[in-house]
């Protein structure tokens, strides 16, 4: 019996820790109305770009950039894990390591941190001298109600003159051709031609160092170097000489003539603390539709606060167009989502936004907002309220008519062929399965 009082005592610890902070924190930024200052002094030209669209060009070029440091490499992500391509990466920077560049990974604590603690592979390469492994907001039992505080960011910084920022994780799902089953994603390619003047990458460069100091975020420790930890670099070393083998990755020098020329680019943020949020990266979203009059949003889900929603029906009722495409319940990677899309599409309509289902191969994971023909903003924010009022997220603002025509013609094919398929018909298991979490998800809306 005392057994049983426990264990339901310390369940009901959990599911208080899970739930009641993020209600304190969605009340308390509800008016708050905050956005990022952009300057709109000119930056001096010399950024470049390029959009990584297909996970087989992510993944070739992803180990390019690391290939293309010199002195540090910077590598922050949500879902790194060691499948095939995780195992890429590993050894890409492994690599690195061996050629005297200085290492530093950040990955997200909920998705990594219990796991990286027994992986012989992140401890073969955390045992390199050159590396630095750190875990945001590690999982721990005494201080359970910060579980819900994820760092969601994803991207690679090397040296003073490149990076890719975006919303792939690091494993299968998003990278390469391992897997029939994958989410296709967006990543932007950034080249710097000029890195003394003000740039993005400083920016995502001072971001980094910012969240790299934070008490949360904690170095990982690797215990002893063995015999099996050389041996698990050993064959990582084998991988990368493979991997070189198939993609000439070292050496790679033509950045310009695969990027295009743009207008500029600007870094917007969420604050980065594992608390609470305010909306900023919203707000200054919804600042930047609002100065347009046609917007389309690609978006996995569409999970929205009653704020939300309101910001959405204003911009609407000011004249503004806006478009949205969306994974349909059938294609769906995350059922969570699909179920709160259910729950949740009379208010969507009651917006004044168009959306379209999309029925596909993969399923959608894409985070990108396009205004005018002019404006592109990419990278990990999702049309939901854990991007608005939890995680931490990371978004490219980019300037150029040519780099989002481009874009534009990739939305409208989809959308195309979104609205002209006919709507895949619910398995009897998904529709018992969504029936029920459409029951919860009256009760954890807000986490979603």
Request: net charge positive.
């Amino acid at each position: 019996m005392i057994i049983l009082i426990l264990i339901f005592l310390i369940l009901l610890y959990l599911a208080l820790c899970v739930a009641i902070p993020p209600v304190i924190g969605k009340s308390r930024y509800r008016k708050v109305q905050d956005t990022q200052q952009i300057s709109d002094s000119t930056r001096q030209a010399g950024e470049r770009v390029r959009c990584l669209e297909t996970n087989q060009e992510a993944l070739v070029w992803w180990l390019r950039v690391i290939a293309a440091a010199e002195h540090t490499l910077v590598m922050s992500n949500h879902d790194f894990r060691t499948n095939h391509s995780g195992k890429d990466l590993l050894a890409g920077l492994l690599h690195a390591a061996d050629r005297g560049v200085k290492v530093s990974l950040l990955v997200d604590g909920l998705m990594n941190g219990t796991k990286m603690k027994w992986n012989v592979y992140f401890r073969a390469l955390a045992s390199h001298p050159n590396v630095e492994i750190k875990i945001y907001n590690q999982v721990r039992l005494v201080c359970f109600w910060r579980m819900n505080y994820r760092m969601h960011d994803k991207y690679i910084l090397a040296d003073d003159h490149l990076y890719i920022l975006g919303g792939r994780n690091a494993n299968d799902l998003f990278l390469g051709n391992y897997q029939a089953r994958q989410n296709t994603d967006r990543d932007i390619l950034v080249y710097e031609t000029a890195p003394e003047g003000s740039t993005s990458l400083k920016e995502l460069r001072a971001y980094f160092e910012k969240i790299w100091q934070l008490p949360c975020c904690r170095l990982f420790m690797p215990g002893k170097i063995g015999q099996k930890n050389l041996r698990n670099r050993g064959a990582l070393h084998q991988r990368y000489q493979d991997l070189e083998k198939r993609y000439a990755i070292s050496g790679y020098c033509h950045w310009e003539e695969h990027t295009c020329l743009v207008d500029r680019i600007s870094l917007l943020t969420n604050p980065v603390k594992n608390c609470n949020k305010e909306p900023i990266l919203w707000n200054t979203l919804c600042a930047q539709m609002q100065k347009g009059s046609d917007v389309l949003i690609q978006t996995p889900y569409l999970i929205c606060s009653k704020n939300m929603y309101q910001d959405l029906r204003n911009l609407t009722a000011q004249g503004i167009h806006i478009r949205v495409l969306t994974n349909a319940v059938s294609n769906g990677a995350n059922y969570f989502g699909c179920s709160d899309y259910l729950n949740q599409k009379t208010k969507i309509q009651q917006t004044g936004v168009t959306v379209a289902e999309y029925n596909g191969r993969h399923s959608l994971h894409t985070k990108t907002f396009l205004i005018d023909g002019r404006i592109c903003i990419s990278g990990s924010f999702n049309l939901d309220m854990r991007s608005a009022y939890l995680d931490t997220e990371l978004m490219l603002l980019i300037e150029s008519t040519e780099f989002v025509k481009q874009l534009e013609e990739m939305f409208e094919k989809i959308e195309s062929d979104s609205i002209q398929a006919l709507r895949k018909p619910l398995s009897f298991h998904k529709k018992c399965l969504f029936a029920f979490l459409r029951l919860l998800d009256w009760q954890f809306h807000y986490l979603l």
